[in-house]
C-alpha cells in the first residue's frame, strides 16, 4: 500500500515569489492535513480538507491556501514568500471515523527561502 | 500556557533501561492522544495512539493516560539505541475529536546509550 507522497521534496525560493506543495494521500484517506515543522515553533497545524471542503484552519496568514480535489489530492500555495517561510512542509493523511483519526505523515517538503 | 508541554531534553538513558516520556495538555475536553517518534530528517511516524484513562502497552512501549491530570506519558521499555530520536506528543484539543487537527508538543529528544 502506498504511503503519503509529497513532491517536490526540495526547493529552494527567493522572498516574494510563490511556491505550491502537492501531496496525494494513502488510497481511500479522505482526510489531507497540512503542518508546518520549524527548529523554533515545532509543528504547526495549517489546515485540513476533507471531501474537498477545509474543515479546520490553523492560525497563519492568509498568503497560506489550500485546495483539494475530488481524488482526494492536496495542493498548499504559499504566496509573497518570507525568510520566515523556510520550513518543512509536512502533509498528513487519514481516514477519519469513530477513533480513526490517526495521521500518516509524507516525508515532507523542504522549503527554503532566500 | 502552552496547549500542549513537553520537556525538550535532552533525556539520556542507558541501553536496556526504561525511558519515560511525558507530556501535559491544558484542554480539559481532549479526547485523542497520540505519540509520535521522529528521527533525525525523517517525517513523524505513528508510536501509540491512546483515548481512555489508564495504560495501553504495545510490545515495549506503554502509553499512559490520566485525564484529571491532564497528563500522558509514553514509557519505552528496554531502551535500544534505535530508540533514539524525537518524541512528539500530539492532543486533539478540545471536543470534536475526529478531525485531523492535531496539537504537538516541543518534543523530547531521547537517547540511547549503548
Known amino acids: 500500500k502506498a504511503g503519503v507522497t509529497q513532491t517536490p521534496r526540495y526547493l529552494i525560493k527567493t522572498r516574494g515569489q510563490q511556491v505550491t506543495l502537492s501531496c496525494s494521500p494513502i488510497s481511500g484517506h479522505r482526510s489531507v492535513s497540512w503542518y508546518q515543522q520549524t527548529p523554533g515553533q515545532g509543528l504547526q497545524f495549517l489546515f485540513e480538507y476533507f471531501s474537498e471542503t477545509q474543515r479546520n484552519k490553523g492560525n497563519f496568514p492568509g498568503r497560506f491556501s489550500g485546495r483539494q480535489f475530488s481524488n482526494s489530492r492536496s495542493e498548499m500555495n504559499v504566496s509573497t514568500l518570507e525568510l520566515g517561510d523556510s520550513a518543512l512542509y509536512l502533509c498528513?493523511?487519514?481516514?477519519?471515523?469513530?477513533?480513526?483519526?490517526?495521521?500518516?505523515f509524507g516525508a515532507g517538503s523542504r522549503l527554503t527561502v532566500l | 500556557q502552552k496547549e500542549v508541554e513537553q520537556n525538550s531534553g535532552p533525556l539520556s538513558v542507558p541501553e536496556g533501561a526504561i525511558a519515560s516520556l511525558n507530556c501535559t495538555y491544558s484542554d480539559r475536553v481532549s479526547q485523542s492522544f497520540f505519540w509520535y517518534r521522529q528521527y533525525s530528517g525523517k517525517s513523524p511516524e505513528l508510536i501509540m495512539s491512546?483515548?481512555?484513562?489508564g495504560d495501553k502497552e504495545d510490545g515495549r512501549f506503554t502509553a499512559q493516560l490520566n485525564k484529571a491530570s491532564q497528563y500522558v506519558s509514553l514509557l519505552i521499555r528496554d531502551s535500544q539505541p534505535s530508540d533514539s530520536a524525537t518524541y512528539l506528543c500530539a492532543v486533539n484539543i478540545g471536543l470534536g475529536s475526529n478531525t485531523g487537527k492535531l496539537i504537538f508538543g516541543q518534543g523530547t529528544t531521547l537517547q540511547v546509550k549503548p
Open positions: 491512546i483515548y481512555s484513562n
Open positions: 498528513a493523511s487519514s481516514l477519519l471515523g469513530a477513533g480513526a483519526n490517526v495521521l500518516t
